[in-house]
């Protein structure tokens, strides 16, 4: 297992994400717990001191398999994650609360590392808000030894990182990003590690394979890449990249079977970042790909100046690729929804003045019949 040094600690490179773990019948909120418990023995065996749960995984279930699982073994031999889960608005008064449930949930006396969970564009303002207290309270847990390490998960724009870095930045320890070489350039990932590296805050990565996408890459993909590394599997690909990215940390991977597990610790014996030249093929034949799954909007904001309800186009267009690049998610739902709501892409009245100046001839309007549409808003 490779290592890598963070403060006073040893963390292993790769860490287990409870967020994805094995189920029974499909039901996400029954955890497979003996599953589990095989699989953390391994991964305890083979080296992995990291685990990461989190409120709401599995329905609220992960928290409880962890602490029933890892407390079985001495707690200075591994280091827990979980995170006060500001996704939901409706939870920011509620910071002491949920904070000593996950502590008994957990069956820990401390947190070896706690995030404010998904800073976004719909959750930034209540979490800057003082009124509720919410750093004031997590400063106090960490003075107090039940928080060993202050960070962050983010999967909002620059923008909204770097607001929260103005303004929280000099307390935060770590970041925890969506990052992987698909989202290099389409999420600007390579603009938020460098934001990182501005407040010298080192990285945890989520998302290492973007949800298992990384796994299947089209065949021509595949031979490209068999020629640069004829060993490397398509999920070693997505390691090795991350790897190769200065002031990364720990890799989270939300591994569901022992098969994804030994094959994720296998790559993770080895150090073998890519070179210059393979990290700019790889970012750039997937960059080709996420192409082809979306619409060419260079984000030359003609349209907005012609748009009578006065739409983010672009914005729009970006997360409509999104959604359809991964075939759903999260991500742009949540980003919509974050939006006034006559700045939405069902307030588009068709009238197609902004396709009249779209230098790449998008067809706007039937993309924001169909974006709403999917999003059933």
């Given at each position: 297992m490779i290592y890598r040094e963070y403060q006073n600690l040893t963390l292993s490179g790769l860490g287990l994400g409870m967020m994805r773990l094995p189920v029974v019948d499909g039901n996400d909120g029954i955890i497979d717990e003996k599953a589990v418990e095989e699989m953390i023995a391994y991964a305890m065996e083979q080296g992995i001191n990291y685990y990461d749960t989190a409120w709401g995984y599995h329905n609220g279930q992960?928290?409880?398999?962890?602490?029933?699982?890892?407390?079985?073994?001495?707690?200075?031999?591994?280091?827990?994650?979980?995170?006060?889960?500001?996704?939901?608005?409706?939870?920011?008064?509620?910071?002491?609360?949920?904070?000593?449930?996950?502590?008994?949930?957990?069956?820990?006396?401390?947190?070896?590392?706690?995030?404010?969970?998904?800073?976004?564009?719909?959750?930034?303002?209540?979490?800057?808000?003082?009124g509720f207290g919410i750093l004031e309270y997590l400063l106090e847990q960490k003075k107090n030894g039940r928080i060993r390490h202050l960070g962050f998960s983010c999967h909002g724009a620059y923008d909204v990182m770097k607001r929260f870095l103005e303004a929280y930045g000099e307390h935060m320890e770590f970041c925890?990003?969506?990052?992987?070489?698909?989202?290099?350039?389409?999420q600007k990932c390579d603009e938020k590690v460098e934001l990182c590296r501005e407040?010298?805050?080192?990285?945890?990565?989520?998302?290492?394979?973007?949800?298992?996408?990384?796994?299947?890459?089209?065949?021509?993909?595949?031979?490209?890449?068999?020629?640069?590394?004829?060993?490397?599997?398509?999920?070693?690909?997505?390691?090795?990249?991350?790897?190769?990215?200065?002031?990364?940390?720990?890799?989270?991977?939300?591994?569901?079977?022992?098969?994804?597990?030994?094959?994720?610790?296998?790559?993770?014996e080895t150090?073998?970042?890519?070179?210059?030249?393979?990290?700019?093929?790889?970012v750039a034949?997937?960059?080709?790909?996420?192409?082809?799954?979306?619409?060419?909007?260079?984000?030359?904001?003609?349209?907005?100046?012609?748009?009578?309800?006065?739409?983010?186009?672009?914005?729009?267009?970006a997360l409509y690729n999104e959604h359809m690049s991964t075939k759903g998610g999260f991500l742009a739902p949540m980003a919509v929804s974050s939006m006034p709501e006559d700045k939405r892409p069902g307030n588009c009245i068709g009238c197609t003045a902004c396709e009249q100046v779209c230098p790449q001839q998008i067809t706007i309007s039937e993309t924001m019949a169909h974006f709403s549409e999917m999003l059933g808003m």
């Open positions: 992960s928290e409880l398999a962890a602490g029933r699982v890892l407390s079985k073994y001495p707690r200075e031999s591994f280091c827990l994650a979980s995170k006060f889960p500001g996704y939901d608005n409706t939870n920011m008064p509620k910071v002491k609360e949920i904070f000593e449930e996950q502590l008994k949930k957990c069956q820990t006396p401390y947190f070896d590392f706690y995030m404010f969970h998904n800073v976004y564009e719909g959750n930034i303002d209540d979490y800057l808000d003082p925890q990003l969506q990052l992987n070489y698909m989202d290099w350039h389409f407040y010298n805050i080192p990285v945890w990565v989520m998302e290492p394979l973007r949800g298992g996408k990384l796994c299947n890459l089209p065949e021509e993909m595949v031979n490209k890449l068999s020629a640069m590394r004829p060993e490397e599997t398509a999920p070693g690909w997505a390691f090795r990249f991350l790897q190769s990215i200065p002031g990364v940390t720990v890799v989270l991977s939300g591994m569901s079977n022992m098969e994804q597990l030994k094959e994720n610790i296998k790559t993770w150090e073998a970042p890519l070179d210059e030249e393979e990290f700019a093929e790889l034949m997937m960059d080709e790909e996420t192409k082809k799954a979306g619409l060419p909007c260079t984000a030359c904001h003609y349209c907005t100046s012609h748009c009578p309800m006065e739409l983010p186009i672009p914005e729009l267009i």
